[in-house]
């Protein structure tokens, strides 16, 4: 895992490619994730991972923390916990934002 000391992004300066089969991901994180950068990789095998460095969102509401994802082919993606633990799955779809939580704990290994 790679990490990044980057500055907080304002409200409006993310841009998603929405529409057809193209969605995007948003994966919510506790303030101490900031820099880090959380992989996701296709569940079907189709494709490399790719990654994204969670940032302090300055939004409406607040401050949020979170890695966006903005132009995936819709489909079942792996969100990883490091590089052999999967910390969940989630399915985008086309035309749409989809949502994820990290977990608070780490997920069980895989054997």
Do not use: K, N, Q
């Not at 990490?3 to 529409?19: A, I, R």
């Not at 820099?35 to 490399?48: H, K, L, T, V």
Request: charged share 20%; hydrophobic share 35%.
């Amino acid at each position: 895992m790679h990490e990044h000391t980057l500055g907080p992004s304002e409200t409006g300066s993310v841009v998603l490619d929405l529409g057809g089969d193209s969605g995007a991901l948003i994966i919510y994180t506790g303030r101490e994730l900031r820099g880090r950068e959380i992989e996701i990789s296709r569940a079907d095998g189709g494709g490399s991972r790719t990654h994204s460095a969670v940032r302090e969102r300055h939004v409406r509401d607040g401050v949020i923390h979170s890695a966006v994802y903005p132009d995936l082919e819709a489909g079942l993606y792996t969100v990883w916990w490091d590089d052999r633990t999967p910390a969940g799955a989630i399915s985008v779809t086309g035309g749409a934002v989809a949502e994820f939580v990290w977990p608070t704990s780490s997920p069980p290994a895989v054997g």
